[in-house]
């Protein structure tokens, strides 16, 4: 039995070394690193301990080697991954700009990364797993829609849960298909790992309690942890709350943290370590993956994390 | 009147810093750099003084800007080029291997550049122009060969004239749809800028001369100039042939010479230049252009080149 299944998209993320430049003018990038939120959350997974397997298609190149290798030597069961020469690995290009934005010029919907569907679920895979994890970025295209879809199905009736981390971007309010798809999601899940600007999405302006209690009320949610990046984290179940600080560390690239984090909550909860210990380490995997250039790049052990807690200093 | 028509694939390369690295591990990357064959041959055909078009599309990215914007400043009529969000803009990846071979992830069938076929043909560009430009590059897809033959029509019967640089690839080799392409090309071409590796493909083993002259005596080419890199070019028209020299340089970067090399070539030609100053030029052309690293980076202005001729020393 595995304990986590992650699905979706499998990226090269080539980054501007430069804070200011552009796309417009050549410059120095670095890269390929690989990439893909729920690569990024299965590599943590695995990394800090779970077993972990993943669903999804890359290119037979190069980038796809990267990141199939990455996978398999952090300890992710690769088998559900499809390699195909039909079309390239899917690619992404940040710029970093200086007021704190980033630019990207994605290539997904026309590659590997897309050719996944209902028949890419592995009924083994999906009806055997503790838990299935859902990336709101994978919610892209009518064929990952199907595939997360059917996978939802299986890991329901193999009595799995489902966590779920929105990530809401822009053009999920201008797609009707998307926006069916995250509410589908939302209906089917137990564990909601929110940003303050997916709870926004969610409720509107409510406070944060009022929004969060609003979803309890509407959603078979029996956990929601909204990530508040460098603030820590605020832990809610229908009995309490807690609010975990995070850790300070110099950012030297935010890509993927929030991956990193739930990577490391699911599993920890998939080992049967308690909340408090489990959402502390969270913190810490998301600051630890602050600090090092490219997605997965800070992805840690538990130990590594034990050690970073040990000597780190919380923000208060 | 335009003198000079080039058309097919823009892309944005971008380029391994170290010779040795790989795509399977994180490294650095330097881009993106403008470039296509026909968009190189284009900006430097323009930059020697023609007046060149170019039929294109690029996605509404930042590598499209890139390279729309270059060929702009560089004095193309970027006119025929069209612009879509529907897939981003191509995107070749290249690393330079230690036994001097390179390696390429390429997305191009599946980008901007593939939107072209017969209907991106502005008649009043390819009816009135005087040369008309084709790289065998740009014959991978069948919307892309559907756009080559239409505009040789339309060039055909405003009486312009054919070159072609077949530029032979290994797909070429089973793809039937690509060869036939290839030979159509041939069949229509006054200026044949083959490479010695496109001259086998077309003649097998038979050296140079023979293969010229089976050239000569089954098709309608007026002139073929073989392009053997750092070695110079050999001219040959029906009555006679002329090798002329290249320069010592050191390479820095082999991309995009020859497709310099033929848009000085023809860009002299279309300005009435005589033919072993053409020549000459478009060697330094290439010469200057493995000089710097970047697909068109060392693109080059006629007084450019001419001070590079008066200063550098010429193979033997």
């Known amino acids: 039995m595995t304990d986590i299944l992650s699905m979706g998209e499998l990226l090269a993320e080539i980054m501007a070394e430069r804070v200011g430049q552009t796309f417009t003018e050549p410059g120095v990038f670095l890269g390929p690193y690989p990439s893909g939120a729920p690569a990024i ?34 300890g992710v069961d690769v088998s559900g991954i499809t390699r195909t020469d039909e079309l390239p690995t899917g690619t992404a290009f940040v710029t970093y700009q200086e007021d704190g934005s980033r ?25 055997g797993c503790r838990y299935f994890h859902v990336m709101g970025s994978s919610l892209g295209s009518s064929g990952s829609i199907a595939a997360v879809k059917r996978a939802l199905e299986l890991v329901k009736q193999g009595d799995g849960k489902v966590s779920f981390d929105p990530n809401i971007r822009p053009e999920v309010l201008t797609s009707p298909v998307i926006s069916e798809a995250i509410h589908h999601v939302l209906k089917e899940c137990d564990i909601l790992l929110p940003s303050e600007a997916d709870l926004q999405y969610f409720c509107g302006d409510a406070p944060e309690r009022e929004a969060v209690a609003t979803l309890f009320d509407s959603h078979r949610l029996e956990m929601i942890v909204v990530k508040n990046a460098a603030e820590g984290c605020v832990y809610y179940d229908r ?44 913190n810490a995997a998301g600051a630890m993956a602050v600090s090092e250039r490219g997605p997965m790049e800070g992805n840690t052990t538990l130990s590594e994390l034990d050690r970073f807690i040990d000597s780190a200093e919380r923000h208060v």
Chains 1, 2 share one sequence.
């Open 41 to 74: 959350f299965a590599d943590q997974a695995a990394k800090t301990g779970a077993s972990v397997a993943f669903i999804g298609c890359a290119g037979e190149d190069g980038f796809g080697d990267l990141i199939v290798n990455r996978l398999r030597d952090d």
């Open 103 to 127: 630019e990207f010029i994605f290539n997904i919907g026309n590659s590997a990364a897309a050719l996944i569907d209902a028949d890419s679920v592995d009924p083994a895979l999906a009806g």
């Open 239 to 282: 009995t309490r709350s807690l609010h975990v600080p995070s850790f300070q560390v110099a950012e030297v690239d935010p890509t993927g943290a929030g991956d990193c984090f739930g990577g490391t909550l699911i599993s920890c909860l998939a080992q049967g370590i308690d909340i408090e210990r489990a959402l502390t380490l969270a």
